[in-house]
């Protein structure tokens, strides 16, 4: 499965009737969310036999609009049972099939509070192959000024490959990948326009004009649309380059990786604020589409052991960017020595992870996914 996002072009009538809609839904979904944190339940049923009828009356909802408020508001609930939910007037809607319907490839009909109307759909060359195999449910969002709709597609998977090489891939922050051929994948200049934005929105809020302000809500989503990009362009690269050489991708297990660090002051946003686990989900789910297996290793040592003798020791890296062994004298791009470590140690037991492919993984669905792991 894959989500798209769609953008809508509504004319100014249907930019009213939506925008009321979504207003009305999530009225609905505070009003719920109420009583959730009244009665302590976050059963829908149960829920069900409270709000329905009220929620119907009060925001002049549809049967199934209000029954998919409901659910919406349950599943916030659920999350942190300790605080009531909050919905945000613009928050997004959810439409199933009975509340939206395709029209063809470039419109489609959706519920609002005044009937059905029919919106036109951008529709790109990435999408248009796509939008025939959509699932289940989208959500309706709103963001700077625009409708757009998050819509769930399956995609069919090209056969699994059957792999006979390996590409390391070392994930850091100076270089935000290097793989084991000794491609870098350079954070600097992604580190110069967050620095920019950083600087940017640091003289806004000190200037605290009414200009400002809307100049501030401008930025706001900046830096995470230019970090989505970035890490959708390496992943893409990288998938491509091991589908192409017949190889599987072997990455380190970072989980928690973290919170075990220490790190300066002036460090520390770095360290904190790349989507180290937003990239491996797209390097995942692309992976899964073209076929390659994704394994992960133990990342224990992969940065001090030399890739020639296997010697391990902390002397092996005299600073960040270098490597070079005090047994043999090898010496190195330490990221490049680092993610050929990791090749290496998936590479002897090939014939095994091989068998092994991590399925894509959808964003908030809570759904766990098996994984093979390498001991170094």
């Not at 699994?160 to 793989?179: F, R, S």
């Not at 809020?205 to 809500?217: F, P, V």
């Not at 992969?302 to 010697?311: G, P, R, V, W």
């Not at 005090?326 to 330490?334: D, K, Q, Y």
Request: charged share 25%; proline share 4%; glycine share 6%.
């Amino acid at each position: 499965m894959q989500t798209l996002k769609v953008k809508l072009e509504p004319t100014p009538e249907q930019v009213q009737a939506i925008r009321e809609t979504m207003h009305q839904f999530n009225a609905a979904c505070n009003f719920v969310a109420d009583k959730a944190f009244e009665l302590r339940t976050a059963n829908k049923i149960e829920l069900q036999k409270v709000v329905y009828y009220p929620i119907r009356e009060q925001f002049n909802l549809s049967a199934q609009m209000a029954v998919r408020a409901i659910s919406k508001t349950c599943e916030a609930y659920k999350r942190d049972k300790s605080i009531k939910p909050t919905f945000d007037p613009d928050g997004s809607v959810v439409y199933d099939q009975r509340l939206m319907s395709w029209k063809g490839l470039d419109l489609v009909s959706l519920l609002t509070l005044e009937g059905r109307i029919k919106v036109p759909v951008v529709i790109c060359e990435y999408h248009e192959p796509r939008l025939n195999r959509i699932r289940g449910q989208a959500d309706l969002i709103f963001e700077r000024g625009e409708f757009y709709l998050c819509v769930v597609v399956e995609v069919a998977e090209s056969a699994k490959i059957e792999p006979i090489g390996v590409i390391g891939v070392d994930l850091g922050i100076k270089n935000i990948a290097v793989d084991s051929t000794g491609e870098e994948f350079s954070g600097d200049g992604i580190e110069t326009v967050r620095s920019k934005i950083d600087n940017l929105k640091a003289d806004l809020q000190s200037c605290g004009t009414d200009s400002a302000k809307r100049h501030l809500k401008k930025l706001s989503g900046r830096e995470a649309r230019f970090r989505r990009d970035v890490n959708h362009c390496i992943s893409k690269k990288l998938v491509a380059k091991a589908k192409d050489t017949s190889s599987l991708i072997a990455l380190e297990d970072l989980q928690g990786i973290r919170e075990g660090m220490t790190v300066s002051k002036a460090q520390r946003r770095k360290q904190h604020s790349w989507g180290f686990y937003q990239l491996r989900q797209f390097l995942e789910y692309k992976a899964a589409i073209a076929g390659v297996p994704v394994v992960y290793i133990d990342p224990a040592y992969t940065s001090q052991e030399c890739s020639i003798c296997h010697h391990i020791s902390r002397s092996n890296r005299p600073t960040r960017d270098q490597f070079a062994c005090v047994r043999c004298g090898f010496s190195g791009p330490a990221d490049t020595v680092a993610a050929r470590n990791i090749a290496a140690r998936v590479a002897v037991n090939l014939p095994i992870v091989a068998r092994f492919f991590v399925e894509p993984q959808a964003p908030n669905t809570g759904e766990h996914h098996a994984r093979q792991f390498i001991g170094g």
